[in-house]
């Protein structure tokens, strides 16, 4: 081997040493930082169950707002603004009547499920969270087909005690 080659060799193995010599330090100085971004098989568990509450609370409130059942709409309404607040919630309130004559006066069916949620940003007291949900639909217009439609929702919750509430619901693209 020429000797450039082994003094190369020698400079790619000198570094290899020193980045790892500094991981194994900065892993061990910062146990608290660094590991849970270094080593995937750490997961925080207090921030998991916290975005698990939040996840849970949004899907929960999505799949209840976009369900429609003419048979049962008390219910589903009921449902949704159990986990509703703040003016989502008496905006939702004010428009019971309607939904409901509405939804029985078209035969309305639709059964809904949540594909994929995302927590995009939460803190001890607010979230933002992002849910895709599928529905089939059924009315008088459809011909009392079932009708896929696809809806995504951005959902603002706050805590309140022990529970999450949606303060708002958005239809985003």
Do not use: C, K
Not at 20 to 41: C, Q, S
Not at 68 to 74: K, N, P
Not at 127 to 138: G, M, N, W, Y
Request: proline content about 1%; glycine content about 6%; hydrophobic content about 50%.
């Amino acid at each position: 081997m020429p000797s450039w080659w082994l003094r190369a060799l020698t400079g790619v193995l000198v570094l290899l040493v020193v980045v790892t010599g500094v991981a194994v330090v900065v892993v061990e100085d910062g146990r608290d930082r660094a590991v849970g971004a270094l080593t995937p098989w750490r997961i925080d568990s207090d921030r998991t169950t916290q975005h698990q509450e939040v996840a849970a609370a949004a899907e929960d409130l999505a799949l209840a707002f976009l369900s429609v059942d003419h048979r049962d709409m008390d219910t589903l309404v009921d449902t949704v603004l159990a986990g509703a607040t703040g003016e989502f919630a008496s905006d939702y309130a004010a428009q019971r009547d309607r939904l409901v004559r509405e939804a029985r006066r078209a035969r309305a069916v639709s059964v809904a499920e949540v594909v994929a949620v995302g927590v995009v940003e939460q803190d001890a007291d607010t979230a933002t969270v992002l849910v895709a949900a599928d529905t089939v639909v059924q009315n008088r217009s459809t011909g009392n087909e079932g009708v896929a439609r696809y809806y995504r929702l951005r959902l603002e919750l706050v805590r309140d005690g022990e529970r999450w509430l949606t303060e708002d619901v958005e239809f985003v693209r």
